[in-house]
C-alpha cells in the first residue's frame, strides 16, 4: 500500500508552454508512476477566479491544462486527477481553517506583500485592487493540501510559504480540536532548472517569452528560431554558459546529446543549424504527445468525465473526512444533544443560580436557588445593582467566610442550613 501522498495544485490561468512541461508536468508525471506514492492532481480552479475575471477563459485554461497532463501520460486510473471546484467540501474545509487563522498570518503572506509595497510605493491606498480572494489565497490552499492530508507537496520556491503556512494552520487546528491533520512539507525538485524563454529571462506567461508546449510543428519552429543568439558567425566558437538555446537543448537531451552539442558549440556550429537540432530534439520529445493532445482537445466530453470520476474518488476522501471535522468542532446532529448523558452536560443543567432581580420598593436583590427551585440564600435590597453583585463576587470568591462578612445583608431562609450554602458554592466555583 502506499502511504505516501503528494499533491499538487494547477491554476487554469493561462496555456501550458514549455517551461511548465519542464519544471512540473514531466516530473510529476515520472513521480506519479512510482509505486510507493499515492498522487492527488487538481486545476485549482478557484484559485483562478482571484486573478481572472474572464469565464471563457478560465473553462479554456482548464481545458487545455486537463487535456496537457493526460496527453503527457497522467494515468487517471493511478492517480486522483479532479478538479477543485467539483468537490464542494474543500470550500467547506476552507471556511473551517479561515476562523482558526489569525489576519496577522495572512497579512505577512508574499503575494498580499507585494500588492500592498506596490500600492505604497505609487502612492496609493494600501489595499487598492487588492480583493479579499487574494488576501485569504493561503487558507484556501491549504484546505487543498489538508484535506487529502498530503505529506509532500511539489512546488516551486515561490510557493514555499504556502506550505508553510497550511502548516501552521493545521497546527492550529489540531491544538484546538484534536490531531485531525497531517503537517504537510514543501517538496522542492532542485534538480529541475527552470527554464529560459525566448529572450533568456525565466519562461512564464507574464513576459510574454514562452513556447506553447503542444504548438503545431511550424509554429514550434518558427518560435525556437526566435531564440535570442549573439551574433557569432558560423565556424566561430559559441559559448554554452548563458545560451538560452544550450540550456532547453539540456533540459529534453541524454547526456551523451548534450555534451555533442557542447562538442558543436566549441567547434563553431552555425546559429541556424543549431537551432534545427533543438527544434529536432523537442519535437520528437513532444509529438507523440501533441497527437494526444489534440484528439483530446476535440473531445471536451471525455475530458469532463475524467474529471468528474476523479472528483467522486476525491469526494470518497473528502466527504467522510469533511463529516469527521464538522464533528470535531461542533457542527453537530443535534439528536446527539438529547441523548447525551455526558456528566459536564447534567453537572450544567444541575447548578444552583444566583438571581438578580428589583423590589417593588426600588431596591437591589440577589437570591441564590437551587436547580430545584428552592431558595438557599436572600439578601436584603442594596440601594444600587453594583453593591448587589459585589456581594455575589464576595460570595462566589470566599464561600462560607464570606457568609459572615455579609451577615446584615442576608435573610434566614426556613431549614437551611451554612453547609447548604456551602456546598452550592462549592458547586458554582467548580464548574467555573
Ligand atoms: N498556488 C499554486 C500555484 O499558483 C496552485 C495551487 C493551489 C496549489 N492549491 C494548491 C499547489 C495546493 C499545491 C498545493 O501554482
Given at each position: 500500500?502506499?502511504?505516501?501522498?503528494?499533491l499538487?495544485?494547477?491554476t487554469?490561468?493561462g496555456t501550458?508552454?514549455?517551461?511548465n512541461?519542464?519544471?512540473?508536468i514531466r516530473?510529476?508525471v515520472q513521480?506519479?508512476?512510482?509505486?510507493?506514492?499515492q498522487?492527488?492532481?487538481?486545476?485549482?480552479d478557484?484559485h483562478?477566479?482571484i486573478?481572472?475575471?474572464?469565464?471563457?477563459?478560465?473553462?479554456?485554461s482548464?481545458?487545455?491544462i486537463?487535456?496537457s497532463?493526460?496527453?503527457?501520460?497522467?494515468d487517471?486510473q493511478?492517480?486522483?486527477?479532479?478538479?477543485?471546484s467539483?468537490?464542494p467540501?474543500?470550500?467547506?474545509?476552507?471556511?473551517?481553517?479561515?476562523c482558526?487563522?489569525?489576519?496577522g498570518?495572512?497579512n505577512?503572506?508574499?503575494?498580499?506583500?507585494?500588492?500592498?509595497?506596490?500600492?505604497?510605493?505609487a502612492?496609493?491606498?494600501?489595499?487598492a485592487n487588492?480583493?479579499a480572494?487574494l488576501f485569504?489565497?493561503?487558507?484556501?490552499?491549504?484546505?487543498?493540501i489538508?484535506?487529502?492530508n498530503?505529506h509532500q507537496?511539489?512546488?516551486?520556491?515561490?510557493?514555499?510559504?504556502h506550505?508553510?503556512m497550511?502548516?501552521?494552520?493545521?497546527q492550529?487546528?489540531?491544538?484546538?480540536?484534536?490531531?485531525h491533520?497531517?503537517?504537510?512539507e514543501a517538496?522542492?525538485e532542485?534538480?529541475v532548472a527552470t527554464?529560459?524563454?525566448?529572450?533568456g529571462?525565466k519562461m512564464?506567461k507574464?513576459?510574454?517569452?514562452?513556447i506553447?508546449?503542444?504548438?503545431?510543428?511550424?509554429?514550434?519552429k518558427?518560435?525556437?528560431?526566435?531564440?535570442?543568439?549573439d551574433?557569432?558567425a558560423p565556424g566561430?566558437?559559441k559559448?554554452?554558459?548563458?545560451?538560452a538555446?544550450?540550456?532547453i537543448?539540456?533540459?529534453?537531451?541524454s547526456?551523451d546529446e548534450?555534451?555533442?552539442l557542447?562538442?558543436a558549440y566549441a567547434?563553431g556550429?552555425?546559429w541556424?543549424?543549431?537551432?534545427q537540432?533543438l527544434?529536432e530534439?523537442?519535437?520528437r520529445?513532444?509529438?507523440?504527445?501533441?497527437?494526444?493532445?489534440?484528439?483530446?482537445m476535440a473531445?471536451?466530453?471525455?475530458?469532463e468525465?475524467?474529471?468528474?470520476?476523479?472528483?467522486?474518488?476525491?469526494?470518497?476522501?473528502?466527504?467522510p473526512?469533511?463529516?469527521?471535522?464538522?464533528?470535531?468542532?461542533?457542527?453537530r446532529?443535534?439528536?446527539?444533544?438529547a441523548?447525551?448523558?455526558?456528566?459536564?452536560?447534567?453537572?450544567?443543567t444541575?447548578?444552583?443560580?444566583?438571581?438578580q432581580?428589583?423590589?417593588a420598593?426600588?431596591?437591589?436583590?440577589?437570591?441564590?436557588?437551587e436547580?430545584?427551585?428552592?431558595?438557599?440564600?436572600?439578601?436584603?435590597?442594596?440601594?444600587?445593582?453594583?453593591?448587589a453583585?459585589?456581594?455575589?463576587?464576595?460570595?462566589q470568591?470566599?464561600?462560607?467566610?464570606?457568609?459572615v462578612?455579609?451577615?446584615?445583608c442576608?435573610?434566614?431562609q426556613?431549614?437551611?442550613?451554612a453547609?447548604?450554602?456551602?456546598a452550592?458554592?462549592q458547586q458554582?466555583?467548580?464548574?467555573?
Amino acid at each position: 500500500m502506499s502511504s505516501h501522498r503528494f499533491l499538487t495544485g494547477i491554476t487554469p490561468s493561462g496555456t501550458p508552454h514549455l517551461g511548465n512541461y519542464v519544471g512540473s508536468i514531466r516530473p510529476s508525471v515520472q513521480a506519479s508512476q512510482r509505486a510507493d506514492v499515492q498522487s492527488f492532481y487538481f486545476l485549482a480552479d478557484y484559485h483562478a477566479l482571484i486573478k481572472i475575471d474572464d469565464p471563457a477563459r478560465i473553462q479554456r485554461s482548464t481545458l487545455e491544462i486537463a487535456a496537457s497532463w493526460l496527453a503527457a501520460g497522467l494515468d487517471p486510473q493511478r492517480v486522483t486527477f479532479y478538479r477543485q471546484s467539483d468537490v464542494p467540501e474543500i470550500p467547506e474545509l476552507t471556511w473551517l481553517l479561515t476562523c482558526v487563522t489569525s489576519k496577522g498570518l495572512l497579512n505577512r503572506a508574499h503575494a498580499y506583500k507585494a500588492a500592498v509595497d506596490q500600492n505604497t510605493a505609487a502612492q496609493q491606498e494600501p489595499d487598492a485592487n487588492v480583493n479579499a480572494g487574494l488576501f485569504m489565497y493561503p487558507v484556501l490552499m491549504a484546505a487543498d493540501i489538508l484535506m487529502f492530508n498530503a505529506h509532500q507537496v511539489p512546488v516551486g520556491r515561490d510557493q514555499v510559504q504556502h506550505i508553510e503556512m497550511a502548516r501552521d494552520i493545521a497546527q492550529r487546528f489540531n491544538h484546538l480540536y484534536g490531531e485531525h491533520f497531517t503537517l504537510p512539507e514543501a517538496a522542492i525538485e532542485e534538480s529541475v532548472a527552470t527554464l529560459p524563454g525566448l529572450d533568456g529571462r525565466k519562461m512564464s506567461k507574464s513576459y510574454d517569452n514562452h513556447i506553447a508546449l503542444f504548438a503545431p510543428r511550424a509554429q514550434l519552429k518558427k518560435l525556437v528560431g526566435g531564440i535570442v543568439t549573439d551574433s557569432r558567425a558560423p565556424g566561430e566558437a559559441k559559448e554554452t554558459e548563458g545560451s538560452a538555446l544550450f540550456q532547453i537543448y539540456q533540459a529534453f537531451a541524454s547526456a551523451d546529446e548534450t555534451a555533442a552539442l557542447r562538442q558543436a558549440y566549441a567547434d563553431g556550429i552555425g546559429w541556424a543549424e543549431a537551432k534545427q537540432m533543438l527544434f529536432e530534439r523537442i519535437d520528437r520529445e513532444i509529438s507523440p504527445m501533441r497527437e494526444r493532445y489534440t484528439e483530446l482537445m476535440a473531445a471536451p466530453a471525455k475530458i469532463e468525465e475524467i474529471l468528474l470520476a476523479g472528483a467522486t474518488k476525491a469526494r470518497a476522501i473528502a466527504g467522510p473526512f469533511t463529516a469527521e471535522l464538522r464533528r470535531a468542532v461542533g457542527l453537530r446532529d443535534l439528536r446527539s444533544v438529547a441523548t447525551s448523558k455526558s456528566p459536564v452536560k447534567t453537572a450544567k443543567t444541575a447548578l444552583p443560580l444566583f438571581k438578580q432581580y428589583r423590589e417593588a420598593d426600588g431596591k437591589f436583590c440577589f437570591k441564590l436557588t437551587e436547580p430545584g427551585g428552592r431558595v438557599l440564600l436572600q439578601s436584603l435590597g442594596f440601594d444600587s445593582p453594583r453593591e448587589a453583585a459585589a456581594a455575589i463576587q464576595l460570595l462566589q470568591r470566599e464561600g462560607q467566610s464570606a457568609l459572615v462578612k455579609l451577615k446584615t445583608c442576608l435573610q434566614p431562609q426556613e431549614g437551611i442550613g451554612a453547609q447548604d450554602i456551602e456546598a452550592a458554592l462549592q458547586q458554582l466555583a467548580a464548574a467555573g
